[in-house]
């Protein structure tokens, strides 16, 4: 069984920096992306960046120039370094690996990010 695990969250304040990391455990074949999301109180989730896997990678408008998205295939992992943190990039962060032999989406449980002074 395939599990995603997240690590990094935390409390920060605005300007600050953290890094998620992701890591799935299991047998789990074909991944080709993944990505982080993000929800916020009351909001739907969004997604904050995604790379596949051949290195491309798209970033969320908001997020663009702030956060940098990087995985290791070989090792199933996905980190996603903030930067420049703001209040409003307060939400709890998913990961998720998307595998096509066969098609499948994989969710973390999530991991609170607050930026707050």
């Known amino acids: 069984q395939v599990q995603l695990v997240e690590s990094g969250g935390g409390l920060v304040q605005p300007g600050g920096s953290l890094r998620l990391s992701c890591v799935a455990s299991g047998v789990i074949f074909s991944v080709n992306g993944m990505g982080w999301y993000r929800q916020a109180p009351g909001k739907r989730r969004e997604m904050v960046a995604r790379i596949t896997d051949t290195s491309a990678s798209i970033y969320a408008d908001s997020v663009k120039g702030r956060f940098t998205i990087s995985g290791d295939n070989a090792k199933n992992t996905v980190y996603l370094q903030m930067n420049s943190l703001k209040p409003e990039d307060t939400a709890v962060y998913y990961c998720?690996?998307?595998?096509?032999?066969?098609?499948?989406?994989?969710w973390g449980q999530g991991t609170q990010v607050t930026v707050s002074s």
């Open positions: 998720n690996f998307h595998t096509w032999k066969p098609v499948q989406n994989y």
